[in-house]
């Protein structure tokens, strides 16, 4: 047995004695089929399982993921928050950092968990595939250090979703094909479960706790399209984090999520014994498609016996109300009370200098089609760009210098300035291209996303891949260069990977650009990044091997 094996053994047999470990996961992803939705179709799954398995670290942890694909589709698999220091080609968008995996190969995942803690989510990174291939990630902080928040009697998970009747890949393929939106889902899920719902008998995901407990809710958004509410009936929530970052605490009733975000909350079981009503439902202010549907399941309270008489609260329901879809105070309100802890041990060191101002325009844009019955097609686009794809990946041409895949010469600011959050202007058409922005090593970056109303204002949650950013600043209408920066939060803005856009409005984010590499930028909405709603940034090597993105694994997929 070689020391690194003997190592290995021990530190599972006796966790105590060391305190950073390898993990090892093996991924097989296989068609399931699957009853707790009602429907005997097959999905796409992760070990069998719906939403997958739970990886389970602790910060400063190296993680080894070795995925194996048997079903028809290529797949990549994204470990969505992870910074990826220097482990870039792990990272798992299709053709940025890597190609897919094809049908009967397999990829070894390999990252470290460095200055990081909290709850992430993983979920495939190519076309719609994530619907059903996703799950959580629980990053342990070190065994010598605390929760800054008294340490909860138990943690549950708890992955919020979105439910098609039909094959995910048929939607958006008839879809693209016809240049329009696709077929909104059917239902939400709970842990994979809709909940009553109409022919189907599933009553849905039960949390059990018990009287007097306290439980941190590990709450994850992995829907496609829907930003969601989640409630608990007659209980509050203390937020303790987003995105894996701590934050101030404070007490709400209802917690909003956006697909891709996470947020952990601690709940005390303190009210009387019963069942009460879990519900989530789906956020919209603007007046387009989405799923309109509420999925609920129930928070039981376990009876002592030998405390507790039974009564009928063991059969009836404890209701609550469902904010209104369009319930934007409540969002505002949410977003507003999270800030970042900013302690002696978990500072807050967002960028006072800026080396790159960028101001990004977001919307949907309409571009001829051919193929198409209208003879258009909606496309999504940044600064007036519609993304287009590579057919190699583009970390790989980066990295081995290949010429013709991408330019650097993404715009800087949208190329016509108008009216961003008023009339559309005469022509809605968008460039296509495969354009990146550069970045020096550790250059200071800071981000206005400002949403349009082309087509149709609404939210997008954008996600960053490669960094954390602070959120400095968010407002409606169009962002003021001179008066707006004034009331930027540079003290305890909260942290995040993936943040909301409002509708109409502005959203200001600051990162350092520490990590070399190819990172993309994107909405989160599914349907926004198949239409080309995304950017990517090149960031340049520093100086030695601490500073440089290292060759890719000799396994890395090929296209």
Known sequence: ??????????????????????????????????????????????????????????????????????????????????????????????????CPIQPGKNFVYNFTLTGQRGTLLWHAHISWLRATVHGAIVILPKKSLPYPFPKPHREKIIILGEWWKADVEAVVNQATQAGMPPNVSDAHTINGFPGPFPNCSSQGYTLHVKSGKTYLLRIVNAALNDELFFKIAGHNLTVVEADAAYTKPFETDTIFVSPGQTTNAILKANQPIGKYLIVISPFMDAPIGFDNSTSSSTLRYKLDYNTTTPSNLETTTILTTIPPQNATPITKTFMDSLKSLNSIQYPTKV???????????IGVGLNPCDTCASGFKLVGNINNVSFVMPSIALLEAHYHNIKGIFTDD??????????????????????????????????????????????????????????????????????????????????DPVERNTIGVPTAGWTAIRFRADNPGIWFLHCHLEVHTTWGLKMAFIVDNGFGPNESLPPPPNDLPQC
């Open 1 to 98: 047995m070689t020391i690194l094996k003997l190592l290995l053994l021990l530190s599972f047999l006796f966790p105590a004695m060391v305190d950073c470990l390898v993990r090892h996961y093996n991924f097989r992803v296989v068609l399931t089929n699957t009853t707790k939705l009602c429907s005997t179709k097959p999905i796409v799954t992760v070990n069998g399982h719906f939403p997958g398995p739970t990886l389970y670290a602790r910060e400063d942890d190296n993680v080894i993921v070795r995925v194996t694909n048997h079903v028809a589709y290529n797949l990549t698999i994204h470990w969505h928050g992870i910074r990826q220091l220097q482990t870039g080609w792990a990272d798992g968008p299709a053709y940025v950092t890597q």
């Open 351 to 361: 960028p006072l200098i800026v080396d790159h101002s960028l101001l990004f325009t």
């Open 410 to 491: 993404f715009p800087v600011k949208p190329p016509v300035a108008f009216n961003y959050t008023g009339t559309s202007p005469a022509n809605i058409q968008t460039m296509n291209g495969t354009r990146l922005y550069r970045l020096s090593y550790n250059s200071s970056v800071q981000i206005v996303l400002q949403g349009t109303a082309v087509i149709a204002p609404e939210s997008h949650p954008t996600h960053l891949h490669g960094f954390n950013f602070y959120v400095i600043g968010s407002g409606l209408g169009n962002f003021d260069p001179v008066e707006d920066p004034k009331w930027f939060n540079l003290v």
